[in-house]
């Protein structure tokens, strides 16, 4: 498993390839865009950043893989939105929209898991490496939210967490739409 140290040096990577080319590279990485997750710590209160990709794509809903290499532990962006589904994302270098997250109920998981292992085979890696099961996050928009109810980021001084750090490793969370609200999960919606 990959060590706090090296996804931490591996997230700052990251970000530098995205600053130094002024964005013309990093924002995605092979077929999966790339997008920044702010959370609030469920500890500090503070906002908390990291890099992730997005291997999949139902409406205008990302879906993110709490992963951390196969780690037996939640990586700590998940733990905090479990605590606090009120996040932010951009994606594409654009600006912090409000989204709501929410881990993915297991008969959908069942569904887009081998989908997302067809495209990224390291995601099949790294699930056979833990006895976790690996948490499928929806990022759904805010509804009725809006480019004018971004928010600029600070760039100093945000602990910035990568798809790391121990988390509680304690099942539960569930996807907060209810039934009436899912949405329409078809082949012909995944992304690009």
Known sequence: MPTDLTLRAMNAAHRALIRVTRGRYGWSLGTAPALELTTTGRRTGRPRTTMLTSPLRLGEAYVVVASRGGDDHHPAWFCNLRANPEVR???GGGPALPYRAGVMPDDERARWWPVITARHRNY???QRRTARVIPLVVLEPVAGAAVGDAVELPQQPVDVVVEGGVGT???GGVHPRRPAER???EPGVVGE
């Open 169 to 171: 490793g304690e099942p």
């Open 124 to 126: 099949a890696r790294y």
């Open 183 to 185: 949405l329409d999960f």
């Open 89 to 91: 994302v951009a994606v």
